[in-house]
């Protein structure tokens, strides 16, 4: 059983940055790839950035410039760097693993971007 366990998350003035972490119970070299989405109330969960095995990245159009995602093998750790965060930016936020047979969750840890 593989299991994602995210933290990192809370509350930031605008402008403010958080590091979210999602620690997999696995050598995370054996997943295809790994990503962060994100869900705000009401709204579609969204495909925020992703990283392949081999390191390559994807962002979501809004976060490019400000989130980057990383990858720590020895730690078999998945990281999301959140930079010049916004109100908008507010979701609760979910690591995912790929293999090619099954797509892990984490189970979330909120983000909220506030004054």
């Known amino acids: 059983q593989v299991q994602l366990v995210e933290s990192g998350g809370g509350l930031v003035q605008p402008g403010g940055s958080l590091r979210l972490s999602c620690a997999a119970s696995?050598?995370?070299?054996?997943?295809?790839?790994m990503g962060w989405y994100r869900q705000a109330p009401g709204n579609q969960r969204e495909l925020v950035a992703t990283i392949t095995s081999g390191g390559r990245t994807n962002y979501v159009d809004s976060v490019k410039g400000r989130f980057t995602i990383s990858r720590d093998n020895a730690k078999n750790t998945v990281y999301l760097q959140m930079n010049s965060l916004k109100p908008e930016d507010t979701a609760v936020y979910y690591c995912n693993a790929d293999t090619p047979r099954f797509h892990y969750w984490g189970q979330g840890t909120q983000v909220t971007v506030s004054s």
């Open positions: 696995r050598n995370i070299f054996l997943f295809s790839a």
